[in-house]
């Protein structure tokens, strides 16, 4: 499912983020998880383990557990969102893997939006969150060489 359409922003009304962003995803219960910025990945992924299935009132959900904190294992939040649809995507090895989707709402400064997330196992990459070209385009300008902006 692609975004919806929104008029184009001149450049220079958009804010720069840096490669690496703070960003918090309300509507799941995390206040803040470090983002790698990512316009190489056409969606954006979250680190999630334990997904299960379930509905409510005929409408797909799940529920699925999140280490906020990159290296640290003991926190654990348990969120859950309506499934938008499980969608074919290809992981940074080029395999293809079949991941759900959910639609949330995430927070950089002091701008919201809603974006499409994937929920996937990042154990093993260095963030927990993956913020891609589609959650950022007409947004944000993304500069490179700096961090932590937003």
Do not use: C
Request: glycine share 8%; charged share 25%; aromatic share 6%.
């Amino acid at each position: 499912m692609s975004q919806p359409h929104s008029p184009s922003v001149a450049p220079s009304q958009l804010s720069v983020i840096g490669w690496r962003e703070w960003v918090a995803l309300p509507e799941l219960g995390v206040p803040h998880i470090k983002a790698k910025i990512d316009t190489g990945a056409r969606t954006s992924a979250l680190h999630a383990f334990d997904v299960d299935f379930f509905e409510i009132q005929g409408r797909g959900m799940v529920r699925f557990t999140i280490h906020p904190q990159q290296r640290d294992t003991r926190e654990t939040l348990v969120a859950q969102a309506p499934l938008l649809e499980h969608r074919e995507v290809r992981n940074s090895g080029g395999q293809a893997q079949r991941r759900p989707v959910i639609l949330t709402p995430v927070r950089l400064g002091d701008r919201t939006w809603t974006i499409e997330l994937t929920l996937t196992n990042r154990d093993v990459m260095g963030f927990r969150m993956l913020l891609g070209r589609q959650a950022v385009r007409r947004q944000f300008l993304v500069d490179p060489g700096r961090s932590y902006l937003g």
